[in-house]
Protein backbone atom coordinates (compact mmCIF):
# COMPACT_ATOMS: atom_id res chain seq x y z
CA UNK A 1 0.00 0.00 0.00
CA UNK A 2 1.30 3.18 -0.88
CA UNK A 3 1.77 6.15 2.06
CA UNK A 4 -0.93 8.96 1.60
CA UNK A 5 0.24 12.00 0.01
CA UNK A 6 -3.07 13.98 0.64
CA UNK A 7 -3.39 17.50 -0.96
CA UNK A 8 -6.35 19.31 0.92
CA UNK A 9 -7.62 22.58 -0.99
CA UNK A 10 -9.19 25.25 1.36
CA UNK A 11 -11.25 28.26 0.64
CA UNK A 12 -11.06 31.61 2.46
CA UNK A 13 -15.34 32.31 2.57
CA UNK A 14 -17.30 34.76 4.29
CA UNK A 15 -18.05 33.32 7.86
CA UNK A 16 -21.33 30.93 7.38
CA UNK A 17 -23.13 32.86 10.35
CA UNK A 18 -22.93 36.26 8.64
CA UNK A 19 -26.02 37.37 6.11
CA UNK A 20 -24.11 38.77 2.98
CA UNK A 21 -25.32 41.72 1.83
CA UNK A 22 -25.64 42.30 -2.20
CA UNK A 23 -23.40 45.60 -3.07
CA UNK A 24 -25.12 48.94 -3.80
CA UNK A 25 -23.21 48.31 -7.42
CA UNK A 26 -25.14 45.28 -7.80
CA UNK A 27 -21.76 43.62 -8.76
CA UNK A 28 -21.36 41.20 -6.32
CA UNK A 29 -21.69 40.72 -2.15
CA UNK A 30 -20.09 43.19 0.50
CA UNK A 31 -16.62 41.74 1.41
CA UNK A 32 -15.10 44.62 2.79
CA UNK A 33 -14.70 44.18 6.70
CA UNK A 34 -16.67 41.35 6.96
CA UNK A 35 -15.80 38.05 8.67
CA UNK A 36 -14.39 35.81 6.51
CA UNK A 37 -13.33 32.08 7.73
CA UNK A 38 -12.29 28.76 6.60
CA UNK A 39 -15.10 27.08 4.21
CA UNK A 40 -16.78 24.84 6.68
CA UNK A 41 -16.27 21.77 4.41
CA UNK A 42 -12.94 22.30 3.96
CA UNK A 43 -12.29 22.01 7.75
CA UNK A 44 -14.20 18.71 7.24
CA UNK A 45 -11.14 17.98 4.49
CA UNK A 46 -8.30 18.69 6.77
CA UNK A 47 -9.72 17.10 10.21
CA UNK A 48 -10.08 13.79 7.94
CA UNK A 49 -6.86 13.78 6.61
CA UNK A 50 -5.10 14.41 10.38
CA UNK A 51 -7.62 11.84 11.68
CA UNK A 52 -6.39 9.42 8.66
CA UNK A 53 -2.97 9.75 10.21
CA UNK A 54 -4.03 9.81 14.02
CA UNK A 55 -6.11 6.69 13.87
CA UNK A 56 -3.34 5.39 11.77
CA UNK A 57 -6.27 4.35 9.12
CA UNK A 58 -4.52 3.72 5.79
CA UNK A 59 -2.32 0.91 5.96
CA UNK A 60 0.26 2.51 4.16
CA UNK A 61 0.27 5.35 6.68
CA UNK A 62 0.12 8.90 6.01
CA UNK A 63 3.75 10.63 4.59
CA UNK A 64 2.49 14.36 3.89
CA UNK A 65 -0.79 16.25 4.58
CA UNK A 66 -0.35 19.29 2.60
CA UNK A 67 -2.91 22.55 2.46
CA UNK A 68 -3.73 24.90 -0.58
CA UNK A 69 -5.70 27.85 -0.60
CA UNK A 70 -5.50 30.36 -3.66
CA UNK A 71 -6.74 34.30 -2.73
CA UNK A 72 -5.51 37.16 -1.96
CA UNK A 73 -3.34 37.64 0.88
CA UNK A 74 -5.38 37.13 3.91
CA UNK A 75 -6.24 33.25 2.37
CA UNK A 76 -3.08 32.61 4.46
CA UNK A 77 -4.88 33.13 7.62
CA UNK A 78 -6.92 29.78 6.97
CA UNK A 79 -3.91 27.70 5.40
CA UNK A 80 -2.55 28.57 9.44
CA UNK A 81 -5.83 27.51 10.95
CA UNK A 82 -5.76 24.48 8.28
CA UNK A 83 -1.57 24.09 9.74
CA UNK A 84 -2.86 24.07 13.39
CA UNK A 85 -5.21 21.46 13.02
CA UNK A 86 -2.74 19.14 11.81
CA UNK A 87 -1.75 19.51 8.08
CA UNK A 88 2.20 19.59 7.88
CA UNK A 89 2.56 22.53 5.29
CA UNK A 90 0.93 24.69 3.05
CA UNK A 91 0.65 26.48 -0.17
CA UNK A 92 -0.37 29.66 -1.12
CA UNK A 93 -1.10 30.47 -4.74
CA UNK A 94 -1.61 34.27 -4.65
CA UNK A 95 -4.58 35.63 -6.61
CA UNK A 96 -5.24 39.44 -6.50
CA UNK A 97 -7.88 40.91 -4.31
CA UNK A 98 -11.16 41.03 -5.80
CA UNK A 99 -10.15 38.69 -8.52
CA UNK A 100 -12.07 35.87 -8.34
CA UNK A 101 -10.95 32.25 -10.04
CA UNK A 102 -13.79 29.86 -11.57
CA UNK A 103 -13.99 26.17 -10.37
CA UNK A 104 -12.26 24.74 -13.56
CA UNK A 105 -9.46 27.52 -13.34
CA UNK A 106 -9.20 25.97 -9.49
CA UNK A 107 -9.33 22.29 -10.89
CA UNK A 108 -6.46 23.02 -13.07
CA UNK A 109 -4.28 24.48 -10.98
CA UNK A 110 -5.08 21.94 -8.33
CA UNK A 111 -4.26 19.29 -11.16
CA UNK A 112 -0.84 20.91 -11.49
CA UNK A 113 -0.32 20.78 -7.32
CA UNK A 114 -1.44 17.66 -7.25
CA UNK A 115 1.24 16.25 -9.89
CA UNK A 116 4.27 18.40 -8.30
CA UNK A 117 3.28 17.41 -4.89
CA UNK A 118 2.89 13.92 -5.64
CA UNK A 119 -0.14 13.41 -4.13
CA UNK A 120 -2.22 10.18 -4.08
CA UNK A 121 -5.27 11.53 -2.35
CA UNK A 122 -6.77 14.66 -2.99
CA UNK A 123 -9.54 16.05 -0.05
CA UNK A 124 -11.71 18.74 -1.13
CA UNK A 125 -15.09 20.43 0.65
CA UNK A 126 -18.32 19.20 -1.86
CA UNK A 127 -19.13 22.65 -2.39
CA UNK A 128 -17.98 26.40 -1.41
CA UNK A 129 -20.83 28.30 0.88
CA UNK A 130 -19.89 31.38 -1.23
CA UNK A 131 -20.46 30.26 -4.77
CA UNK A 132 -22.40 26.82 -3.88
CA UNK A 133 -20.94 25.26 -7.28
CA UNK A 134 -20.09 21.99 -5.68
CA UNK A 135 -17.54 21.35 -8.86
CA UNK A 136 -13.93 22.00 -7.99
CA UNK A 137 -13.80 18.25 -6.99
CA UNK A 138 -15.34 16.42 -9.72
CA UNK A 139 -13.35 18.49 -12.39
CA UNK A 140 -10.37 17.98 -10.46
CA UNK A 141 -11.23 14.23 -10.73
CA UNK A 142 -11.95 14.42 -14.20
CA UNK A 143 -8.74 16.51 -15.91
CA UNK A 144 -6.40 13.81 -13.87
CA UNK A 145 -8.38 10.85 -14.64
CA UNK A 146 -8.29 9.61 -11.33
CA UNK A 147 -11.89 8.31 -9.60
CA UNK A 148 -14.16 10.35 -7.91
CA UNK A 149 -16.11 10.00 -4.34
CA UNK A 150 -18.40 12.67 -3.71
CA UNK A 151 -20.31 13.65 -0.83
CA UNK A 152 -18.16 11.24 1.44
CA UNK A 153 -19.99 10.56 4.89
CA UNK A 154 -16.76 7.81 5.23
CA UNK A 155 -13.77 7.00 4.08
CA UNK A 156 -11.90 3.69 4.69
CA UNK A 157 -8.49 2.17 3.56
CA UNK A 158 -8.39 -1.57 2.49
CA UNK A 159 -5.20 -3.21 0.97
CA UNK A 160 -3.83 -3.22 -2.56
CA UNK A 161 -4.60 1.04 -2.79
CA UNK A 162 -8.35 0.32 -2.37
CA UNK A 163 -10.48 2.84 -0.66
CA UNK A 164 -13.98 2.60 0.44
CA UNK A 165 -16.16 5.18 0.07
CA UNK A 166 -19.99 6.08 1.60
CA UNK A 167 -21.36 8.81 0.11
CA UNK A 168 -24.89 10.64 0.83
CA UNK A 169 -26.87 10.51 -2.28
CA UNK A 170 -30.98 11.48 -2.49
CA UNK A 171 -32.71 9.21 -0.39
CA UNK A 172 -29.56 7.52 1.52
CA UNK A 173 -26.27 6.01 1.02
CA UNK A 174 -24.32 4.83 -1.80
CA UNK A 175 -21.47 3.15 -1.10
CA UNK A 176 -18.06 2.81 -3.85
CA UNK A 177 -14.80 1.12 -3.83
CA UNK A 178 -12.09 2.54 -6.24
CA UNK A 179 -8.38 2.74 -6.39
CA UNK A 180 -5.64 5.25 -5.04
CA UNK A 181 -4.89 7.89 -6.67
CA UNK A 182 -8.29 9.27 -6.02
CA UNK A 183 -10.37 12.40 -5.24
CA UNK A 184 -12.94 12.50 -2.24
CA UNK A 185 -14.99 15.16 -1.39
CA UNK A 186 -16.49 15.52 1.72
CA UNK A 187 -19.76 15.99 3.56
CA UNK A 188 -21.32 17.26 6.62
CA UNK A 189 -21.43 14.19 8.28
CA UNK A 190 -17.99 13.12 7.73
CA UNK A 191 -16.52 14.36 11.19
CA UNK A 192 -16.42 17.12 13.54
CA UNK A 193 -13.49 19.42 13.42
CA UNK A 194 -11.43 20.26 15.98
CA UNK A 195 -10.87 23.75 17.19
CA UNK A 196 -7.27 24.82 16.84
CA UNK A 197 -5.46 24.85 20.59
CA UNK A 198 -3.31 27.80 21.22
CA UNK A 199 -0.15 25.45 21.03
CA UNK A 200 -1.06 24.22 18.11
CA UNK A 201 -1.82 27.44 16.41
CA UNK A 202 1.76 28.73 17.34
CA UNK A 203 3.64 25.82 16.45
CA UNK A 204 1.49 26.41 12.73
CA UNK A 205 3.37 29.32 12.85
CA UNK A 206 6.74 28.03 12.42
CA UNK A 207 5.33 25.43 9.71
CA UNK A 208 6.40 26.07 6.39
CA UNK A 209 4.07 28.07 3.92
CA UNK A 210 5.14 28.26 0.44
CA UNK A 211 3.94 31.31 -1.71
CA UNK A 212 3.38 30.51 -5.44
CA UNK A 213 1.92 32.25 -8.16
CA UNK A 214 -0.53 30.65 -11.13
CA UNK A 215 2.69 31.60 -13.45
CA UNK A 216 4.68 29.42 -11.51
CA UNK A 217 2.24 26.37 -12.69
CA UNK A 218 2.55 27.57 -15.90
CA UNK A 219 -1.54 29.14 -15.69
CA UNK A 220 -3.11 32.35 -16.51
CA UNK A 221 -6.50 33.20 -14.71
CA UNK A 222 -9.46 33.05 -17.70
CA UNK A 223 -13.02 33.96 -17.08
CA UNK A 224 -15.46 31.97 -19.15
CA UNK A 225 -18.53 33.54 -16.88
CA UNK A 226 -19.35 37.29 -16.96
CA UNK A 227 -21.42 38.25 -13.91
CA UNK A 228 -24.27 40.47 -15.56
CA UNK A 229 -25.49 41.58 -11.78
CA UNK A 230 -25.83 40.39 -9.02
CA UNK A 231 -29.17 41.57 -6.54
CA UNK A 232 -31.50 40.41 -3.80
CA UNK A 233 -33.97 38.26 -3.70
CA UNK A 234 -37.42 39.05 -3.06
CA UNK A 235 -37.88 39.89 -0.12
CA UNK A 236 -40.62 37.52 1.83
CA UNK A 237 -43.27 39.58 3.76
CA UNK A 238 -44.04 37.30 7.42
CA UNK A 239 -47.89 37.01 7.59
CA UNK A 240 -48.21 37.37 10.87
CA UNK A 241 -49.52 35.73 13.96
CA UNK A 242 -52.11 33.49 14.85
CA UNK A 243 -53.78 32.67 18.79
CA UNK A 244 -54.86 29.14 17.97
CA UNK A 245 -54.42 26.19 16.00
CA UNK A 246 -57.69 26.91 14.88
CA UNK A 247 -56.96 30.42 13.47
CA UNK A 248 -54.24 28.38 11.96
CA UNK A 249 -56.34 26.02 9.54
CA UNK A 250 -58.59 28.71 8.98
CA UNK A 251 -55.38 30.96 7.77
CA UNK A 252 -54.05 28.06 5.98
CA UNK A 253 -57.36 27.38 4.14
CA UNK A 254 -57.95 31.03 3.58
CA UNK A 255 -55.08 30.80 1.17
CA UNK A 256 -55.54 27.15 -0.32
CA UNK A 257 -52.88 25.81 1.01
CA UNK A 258 -54.81 23.23 2.91
CA UNK B 1 -17.27 32.50 -29.85
CA UNK B 2 -19.23 34.88 -32.09
CA UNK B 3 -21.75 36.01 -29.52
CA UNK B 4 -23.89 37.91 -31.71
CA UNK B 5 -23.66 35.71 -34.94
CA UNK B 6 -24.93 32.74 -32.56
CA UNK B 7 -27.51 33.96 -31.07
CA UNK B 8 -29.02 35.55 -34.89
CA UNK B 9 -28.40 32.21 -36.07
CA UNK B 10 -29.02 30.13 -33.15
CA UNK B 11 -32.65 31.42 -33.31
CA UNK B 12 -33.79 32.24 -36.95
CA UNK B 13 -32.81 30.45 -40.46
CA UNK B 14 -30.24 32.58 -42.57
CA UNK B 15 -31.53 34.28 -45.70
CA UNK B 16 -30.92 31.84 -48.50
CA UNK B 17 -28.43 33.41 -50.76
CA UNK B 18 -27.26 35.48 -48.52
CA UNK B 19 -23.10 35.66 -48.38
CA UNK B 20 -21.50 34.41 -45.29
CA UNK B 21 -18.45 34.98 -43.68
CA UNK B 22 -16.78 31.96 -42.12
CA UNK B 23 -17.35 32.52 -38.70
CA UNK B 24 -20.78 32.63 -39.15
CA UNK B 25 -21.00 29.70 -41.23
CA UNK B 26 -19.35 27.14 -38.65
CA UNK B 27 -22.70 28.92 -35.99
CA UNK B 28 -25.25 27.87 -38.80
CA UNK B 29 -23.62 24.67 -39.24
CA UNK B 30 -24.02 24.46 -35.23
CA UNK B 31 -27.40 25.03 -34.70
CA UNK B 32 -28.86 25.40 -31.06
CA UNK B 33 -29.16 21.83 -29.87
CA UNK B 34 -29.81 20.15 -26.39
CA UNK B 35 -29.59 17.53 -24.72
CA UNK B 36 -31.25 16.68 -21.88
CA UNK B 37 -29.50 14.48 -19.57
CA UNK B 38 -32.52 12.10 -17.97
CA UNK B 39 -32.19 9.52 -15.01
CA UNK B 40 -33.16 5.67 -14.29
CA UNK B 41 -33.32 3.19 -12.22
CA UNK B 42 -33.40 -0.25 -12.38
CA UNK B 43 -35.33 0.71 -15.64
CA UNK B 44 -37.58 2.86 -14.59
CA UNK B 45 -37.39 6.64 -15.67
CA UNK B 46 -37.00 9.53 -12.78
CA UNK B 47 -40.11 11.60 -13.73
CA UNK B 48 -38.19 14.51 -11.70
CA UNK B 49 -35.58 14.52 -14.65
CA UNK B 50 -37.58 15.14 -17.15
CA UNK B 51 -37.89 18.76 -15.69
CA UNK B 52 -34.05 18.76 -18.15
CA UNK B 53 -36.88 19.20 -20.83
CA UNK B 54 -38.68 21.81 -19.95
CA UNK B 55 -35.05 23.78 -19.26
CA UNK B 56 -34.18 22.71 -23.01
CA UNK B 57 -37.39 24.21 -23.98
CA UNK B 58 -36.80 27.49 -22.86
CA UNK B 59 -33.49 27.58 -24.66
CA UNK B 60 -34.83 27.37 -27.85
CA UNK B 61 -33.74 24.82 -30.74
CA UNK B 62 -33.16 20.98 -30.76
CA UNK B 63 -34.32 19.04 -27.83
CA UNK B 64 -33.18 15.94 -27.35
CA UNK B 65 -33.14 13.34 -24.31
CA UNK B 66 -30.35 10.92 -23.41
CA UNK B 67 -30.69 7.96 -20.89
CA UNK B 68 -28.01 4.44 -20.00
CA UNK B 69 -28.05 1.85 -18.16
CA UNK B 70 -28.97 -1.73 -18.05
CA UNK B 71 -31.94 -2.00 -19.41
CA UNK B 72 -33.49 1.13 -20.68
CA UNK B 73 -36.05 0.74 -23.82
CA UNK B 74 -39.01 1.25 -21.77
CA UNK B 75 -37.80 4.23 -19.91
CA UNK B 76 -36.82 5.95 -23.08
CA UNK B 77 -40.36 5.13 -25.08
CA UNK B 78 -41.67 7.12 -21.83
CA UNK B 79 -39.81 9.88 -22.29
CA UNK B 80 -40.47 9.89 -26.25
CA UNK B 81 -44.14 10.74 -25.42
CA UNK B 82 -42.69 14.25 -23.93
CA UNK B 83 -44.08 17.36 -26.12
CA UNK B 84 -41.42 19.10 -28.32
CA UNK B 85 -38.47 16.22 -27.80
CA UNK B 86 -37.21 14.92 -31.31
CA UNK B 87 -34.97 12.96 -30.44
CA UNK B 88 -34.16 10.34 -27.37
CA UNK B 89 -30.55 8.67 -27.44
CA UNK B 90 -30.25 5.85 -25.82
CA UNK B 91 -27.00 3.40 -24.33
CA UNK B 92 -27.51 0.13 -22.59
CA UNK B 93 -24.84 -1.46 -20.89
CA UNK B 94 -24.53 -2.66 -17.53
CA UNK B 95 -21.70 -0.41 -16.78
CA UNK B 96 -23.83 2.97 -16.98
CA UNK B 97 -26.55 1.08 -14.68
CA UNK B 98 -24.76 2.69 -11.14
CA UNK B 99 -24.30 6.06 -13.11
CA UNK B 100 -20.61 5.66 -11.96
CA UNK B 101 -19.41 9.11 -12.75
CA UNK B 102 -15.80 7.81 -14.40
CA UNK B 103 -17.59 5.38 -16.99
CA UNK B 104 -20.90 7.77 -17.55
CA UNK B 105 -18.71 10.74 -17.39
CA UNK B 106 -16.54 9.65 -20.69
CA UNK B 107 -20.18 8.38 -21.90
CA UNK B 108 -21.76 11.51 -22.12
CA UNK B 109 -18.72 13.56 -23.64
CA UNK B 110 -18.41 10.76 -26.11
CA UNK B 111 -22.18 11.67 -26.71
CA UNK B 112 -22.09 15.24 -26.92
CA UNK B 113 -19.30 15.10 -29.20
CA UNK B 114 -21.33 13.08 -31.62
CA UNK B 115 -24.22 14.90 -31.57
CA UNK B 116 -22.48 18.32 -31.96
CA UNK B 117 -24.86 19.62 -29.02
CA UNK B 118 -24.65 23.54 -27.91
CA UNK B 119 -26.19 22.92 -24.57
CA UNK B 120 -26.23 20.33 -21.98
CA UNK B 121 -28.87 20.20 -18.98
CA UNK B 122 -29.36 17.94 -16.16
CA UNK B 123 -30.87 18.33 -13.18
CA UNK B 124 -28.96 18.86 -9.56
CA UNK B 125 -29.57 15.94 -8.27
CA UNK B 126 -27.16 13.80 -6.47
CA UNK B 127 -26.23 12.40 -9.92
CA UNK B 128 -25.82 15.83 -11.56
CA UNK B 129 -24.11 16.79 -9.30
CA UNK B 130 -21.85 14.44 -9.44
CA UNK B 131 -21.67 13.48 -13.16
CA UNK B 132 -21.84 17.00 -14.89
CA UNK B 133 -18.50 19.09 -13.71
CA UNK B 134 -16.60 15.98 -14.99
CA UNK B 135 -18.18 16.28 -18.45
CA UNK B 136 -17.71 20.10 -18.25
CA UNK B 137 -13.80 19.66 -17.12
CA UNK B 138 -13.06 17.01 -19.73
CA UNK B 139 -14.68 19.53 -22.58
CA UNK B 140 -13.22 22.60 -20.70
CA UNK B 141 -16.34 23.90 -20.23
CA UNK B 142 -17.34 26.22 -16.78
CA UNK B 143 -20.72 24.27 -15.90
CA UNK B 144 -23.43 26.74 -14.41
CA UNK B 145 -25.15 24.92 -11.32
CA UNK B 146 -28.10 24.96 -9.79
CA UNK B 147 -29.98 27.45 -12.21
CA UNK B 148 -33.58 28.97 -11.27
CA UNK B 149 -34.18 31.12 -14.54
CA UNK B 150 -32.56 30.92 -18.12
CA UNK B 151 -32.58 34.40 -19.73
CA UNK B 152 -31.31 33.32 -23.00
CA UNK B 153 -28.91 30.65 -24.54
CA UNK B 154 -26.05 32.09 -22.64
CA UNK B 155 -27.72 33.65 -19.56
CA UNK B 156 -28.33 32.48 -16.68
CA UNK B 157 -29.70 33.14 -12.89
CA UNK B 158 -29.12 30.93 -9.98
CA UNK B 159 -28.38 31.44 -6.22
CA UNK B 160 -25.42 32.40 -4.55
CA UNK B 161 -24.33 32.72 -0.57
CA UNK B 162 -27.09 30.24 0.34
CA UNK B 163 -29.50 31.81 -1.73
CA UNK B 164 -29.48 35.40 -0.28
CA UNK B 165 -27.81 36.65 -3.33
CA UNK B 166 -28.79 35.71 -7.02
CA UNK B 167 -26.44 36.33 -9.58
CA UNK B 168 -27.07 36.52 -13.54
CA UNK B 169 -24.03 35.20 -15.39
CA UNK B 170 -23.29 34.94 -19.01
CA UNK B 171 -21.36 31.81 -20.38
CA UNK B 172 -18.54 32.18 -23.48
CA UNK B 173 -18.31 28.84 -23.36
CA UNK B 174 -19.36 26.86 -27.07
CA UNK B 175 -20.43 24.03 -25.30
CA UNK B 176 -23.15 25.42 -22.39
CA UNK B 177 -23.04 22.99 -19.59
CA UNK B 178 -25.46 23.55 -16.65
CA UNK B 179 -27.56 21.85 -13.80
CA UNK B 180 -31.38 23.32 -13.11
CA UNK B 181 -32.77 23.33 -9.91
CA UNK B 182 -35.76 21.27 -9.78
CA UNK B 183 -38.16 23.17 -8.12
CA UNK B 184 -37.46 26.00 -10.52
CA UNK B 185 -39.16 24.45 -13.82
CA UNK B 186 -42.37 22.53 -14.18
CA UNK B 187 -42.59 19.23 -14.65
CA UNK B 188 -42.87 18.17 -18.37
CA UNK B 189 -46.31 16.56 -19.19
CA UNK B 190 -46.76 13.33 -21.30
CA UNK B 191 -47.66 14.56 -24.46
CA UNK B 192 -48.24 13.71 -27.87
CA UNK B 193 -44.93 13.45 -28.97
CA UNK B 194 -43.33 10.84 -30.44
CA UNK B 195 -39.30 11.23 -30.71
CA UNK B 196 -37.70 8.57 -32.52
CA UNK B 197 -35.60 6.49 -30.05
CA UNK B 198 -31.88 5.70 -31.47
CA UNK B 199 -28.62 4.20 -29.89
CA UNK B 200 -25.51 6.38 -28.72
CA UNK B 201 -22.28 5.96 -29.31
CA UNK B 202 -20.84 3.33 -26.60
CA UNK B 203 -17.04 4.10 -25.61
CA UNK B 204 -17.38 1.21 -23.07
CA UNK B 205 -15.68 3.26 -20.39
CA UNK B 206 -13.69 1.85 -18.33
CA UNK B 207 -15.51 1.55 -14.81
CA UNK B 208 -12.35 2.60 -12.64
CA UNK B 209 -14.85 2.76 -9.03
CA UNK B 210 -17.04 -0.11 -8.48
CA UNK B 211 -20.64 0.34 -6.74
CA UNK B 212 -20.43 -1.60 -3.71
CA UNK B 213 -24.16 -1.39 -1.97
CA UNK B 214 -26.49 1.25 -1.26
CA UNK B 215 -29.11 1.96 1.84
CA UNK B 216 -31.92 3.93 1.01
CA UNK B 217 -34.41 5.06 3.42
CA UNK B 218 -38.01 3.04 1.98
CA UNK B 219 -41.05 5.35 2.40
CA UNK B 220 -44.42 5.38 1.65
CA UNK B 221 -44.92 9.23 1.90
CA UNK B 222 -43.90 11.66 -1.44
CA UNK B 223 -41.05 12.27 -2.47
CA UNK B 224 -39.62 15.37 -0.62
CA UNK B 225 -37.80 17.42 -3.47
CA UNK B 226 -41.35 16.89 -5.21
CA UNK B 227 -44.01 16.80 -3.03
CA UNK B 228 -46.77 19.42 -2.73
CA UNK B 229 -46.92 19.58 1.02
CA UNK B 230 -43.84 19.36 3.24
CA UNK B 231 -43.88 19.30 6.91
CA UNK B 232 -40.03 19.71 8.61
CA UNK B 233 -39.22 19.11 12.51
CA UNK B 234 -36.43 20.71 14.02
CA UNK B 235 -34.38 20.42 17.58
CA UNK B 236 -37.68 21.25 19.21
CA UNK B 237 -38.81 17.71 18.34
CA UNK B 238 -36.11 16.58 21.03
CA UNK B 239 -35.95 13.21 20.33
CA UNK B 240 -36.09 10.76 17.42
CA UNK B 241 -39.32 9.28 19.32
CA UNK B 242 -41.30 12.07 19.35
CA UNK B 243 -40.20 13.14 16.13
CA UNK B 244 -41.74 10.05 14.59
CA UNK B 245 -44.65 10.67 17.16
CA UNK B 246 -45.47 14.49 16.41
CA UNK B 247 -44.16 14.83 12.73
CA UNK B 248 -45.44 11.37 10.93
CA UNK B 249 -49.56 11.32 11.85
CA UNK B 250 -49.39 15.32 11.11
CA UNK B 251 -47.51 14.18 7.62
CA UNK B 252 -49.95 11.43 6.74
CA UNK B 253 -53.17 13.62 7.83
CA UNK B 254 -51.83 16.27 5.36
CA UNK B 255 -50.10 13.91 2.02
CA UNK B 256 -47.02 15.46 2.91
CA UNK B 257 -43.69 14.42 2.90
CA UNK B 258 -41.41 15.03 5.88
CA UNK B 259 -38.13 17.05 6.31
CA UNK B 260 -35.71 18.09 8.95
CA UNK B 261 -33.66 21.11 10.19
CA UNK B 262 -29.67 19.93 10.16
CA UNK B 263 -30.11 20.00 13.80
CA UNK B 264 -32.74 17.68 13.89
CA UNK B 265 -30.41 15.32 11.56
CA UNK B 266 -27.07 15.83 13.56
CA UNK B 267 -29.29 14.81 16.60
CA UNK B 268 -30.36 11.51 15.00
CA UNK B 269 -33.88 12.64 14.96
CA UNK B 270 -34.27 11.87 11.23
CA UNK B 271 -32.28 10.89 8.34
CA UNK B 272 -29.93 12.58 6.71
CA UNK B 273 -31.55 12.70 3.65
CA UNK B 274 -34.27 14.75 4.99
CA UNK B 275 -32.20 17.72 5.63
CA UNK B 276 -33.78 20.69 3.55
CA UNK B 277 -31.40 24.02 2.94
CA UNK B 278 -28.49 24.74 1.76
CA UNK B 279 -26.15 21.71 1.90
CA UNK B 280 -29.50 19.61 1.83
CA UNK B 281 -32.80 19.17 -0.30
CA UNK B 282 -34.20 22.65 -1.66
CA UNK B 283 -37.55 22.13 -2.11
CA UNK B 284 -40.56 24.69 -3.36
CA UNK B 285 -43.85 23.10 -2.22
CA UNK B 286 -47.86 24.56 -1.77
CA UNK B 287 -47.26 24.82 1.91
CA UNK B 288 -44.14 24.30 4.06
CA UNK B 289 -44.89 23.85 7.63
CA UNK B 290 -41.43 24.42 9.94
CA UNK B 291 -42.64 22.37 13.41
CA UNK B 292 -39.62 23.42 16.18
CA UNK B 293 -37.77 25.30 13.74
CA UNK B 294 -35.79 28.61 14.81
CA UNK B 295 -35.13 29.59 10.47
CA UNK B 296 -31.54 29.71 10.14
CA UNK B 297 -29.99 30.99 7.15
CA UNK B 298 -29.03 27.75 5.37
CA UNK B 299 -32.42 26.38 6.58
CA UNK B 300 -34.06 28.96 4.94
CA UNK B 301 -32.11 28.57 1.57
CA UNK B 302 -33.72 25.77 1.30
CA UNK B 303 -37.63 26.47 1.24
CA UNK B 304 -38.06 29.92 1.46
CA UNK B 305 -39.44 29.76 -2.43
CA UNK B 306 -41.97 27.57 -1.01
CA UNK B 307 -45.82 29.15 -1.59
CA UNK B 308 -46.96 29.38 1.57
CA UNK B 309 -44.80 28.93 4.91
CA UNK B 310 -46.43 28.08 8.07
CA UNK B 311 -44.29 27.77 11.41
CA UNK B 312 -45.10 26.47 15.01
CA UNK B 313 -42.41 27.63 17.64
CA UNK B 314 -42.55 28.21 21.23
CA UNK B 315 -40.15 31.01 21.06
CA UNK B 316 -42.30 34.04 19.19
CA UNK B 317 -38.88 35.70 18.42
CA UNK B 318 -37.68 32.78 15.80
CA UNK B 319 -36.73 34.11 13.04
CA UNK B 320 -39.00 31.80 10.99
CA UNK B 321 -41.99 34.17 12.14
CA UNK B 322 -40.02 36.98 9.78
CA UNK B 323 -40.54 34.67 6.29
CA UNK B 324 -43.83 32.38 7.53
CA UNK B 325 -47.15 33.80 6.16
CA UNK B 326 -48.74 32.27 9.47
CA UNK B 327 -47.13 31.46 12.65
CA UNK B 328 -48.61 29.87 15.66
CA UNK B 329 -46.46 30.90 18.78
CA UNK B 330 -46.65 27.83 21.29
CA UNK B 331 -45.68 24.05 22.54
CA UNK B 332 -45.19 21.75 19.25
CA UNK B 333 -46.29 19.08 21.47
CA UNK B 334 -49.93 20.20 22.21
CA UNK B 335 -50.29 22.09 18.81
CA UNK B 336 -49.16 19.64 16.72
CA UNK B 337 -51.47 16.52 17.67
CA UNK B 338 -54.66 19.69 17.87
CA UNK B 339 -54.02 20.38 14.44
CA UNK B 340 -53.15 16.95 13.10
CA UNK B 341 -56.87 16.20 14.53
CA UNK B 342 -58.71 19.17 12.86
CA UNK B 343 -57.30 17.95 9.73
CA UNK B 344 -58.60 14.64 9.75
CA UNK B 345 -61.32 15.45 11.06
CA UNK B 346 -61.92 18.30 8.12
CA UNK B 347 -61.46 15.16 5.92
CA UNK B 348 -63.64 12.80 7.51
Given amino acids: MSALRILVPVKRVIDYAVKPRVNKAQTGVETAGVKHSMNPFDELSIEESVRIREKKRAPGGVEDICAISAGPAKAQDILRTAMAMGADRAIHVEVKEGEELEPLMVAKLLKKAAEQQKSNLVVLGKQSIDDDAGQTGQMLAGLLGWPQATQASKVEFGEGDSVVVTQEVDGGVETIRAKLPMVVTTDLRLNEPRYASLPNIMKAKKKKLEKMTLEDFGLANEKRLKVLKVTEPPARQGGGKVEDVDGLVSKLKEMGAL | ?348
Fill in chain 2, 1 to 348: MFPAATKFFGRVSPPVGHCVSGASRSAIGRRLSTLAVLEQRGGQLKHGSLRSFTAAQKLGGHVHGFIAGSKVTAAAEEAAHMDGVEQITTVENEIYEKGLPESYAQLLVDNIKKGNYTHVVASHTAFGKSILPRVAALLDSQQISDVTSIEDEKTFVRPIYAGNAIATVESSDPVKIITIRGTAFAPAAPGSGSATVVPGADPKAEATSEWVSEDLAKSDRPDLATASKVVSGGRGLKSKQDFDKVMLPLADALGAAVGASRAAVDSGYADNSLQVGQTGKVVAPQLYMAVGISGAIQHLAGMKDSKVIAAINKDADAPIFQVADVGLVGDLFEKVPELTGKIRNSKA
